[in-house]
């Protein structure tokens, strides 16, 4: 009989090599036999920590996310820590991002295009990643210039950053954070801070 600790093991193992895969060839790419195989376990094993290939999608979306955020946060100390602003840090991050070996944009735009279904568990869960993450930008907004200047910026913003992944997975640079964050920073330096 197998261990709590071998259990958590295969688990994770699954987890981890299922995201390798989907984000390097997405997910209706990747099979499931292919996944078993080089994560070393047997098809049984899956299917009792997994009902269904969703369920492991949903588990890896959460797995990246987790891993994501820390990366990110990581760079950003790291900017902070030479002497960047916390918009610049978030910028310098992104950029880093876009040069880390085997980038493919966001994992999260990736699986909502291809689950192509806003109802899917692992749709709604990329939504709020993104929610999620564009509200982090908004508490940086809000430290740089603002409450209301962030109520209103933060949209726009959002969409620079979007639009810097998406054109950075497309020409294969990183230049695209470079010009979301020079953008950025003029619209923010018009706005008068306030704290209201």
Sequence with gaps: ?????????????????????????????????????????????????????????????HYREEKFDALFQKWMKQSVEAGMSQLEAFFSALKKWFESPGFRGCMFINACVELADADHEGSKFSSSHKRRFHELLKQIITQTAGVKAADQMTPAIALLVEGAIVTAVMQQSSISADVARDATLALVSKSPKNTT
């Design 1 to 61: 009989m197998k261990t709590r600790s071998q259990k958590s093991d295969a688990r994770r193992r699954l987890i981890e090599t299922a995201e390798r895969l989907f984000y390097a060839e997405g997910i209706h790419s990747v099979g499931i036999d292919r996944i078993i195989a080089e994560a070393g376990v047997a098809k049984m094993t899956l299917y009792n920590h997994f009902s269904s290939k969703d369920d492991l999608v949903v588990a890896v979306l």
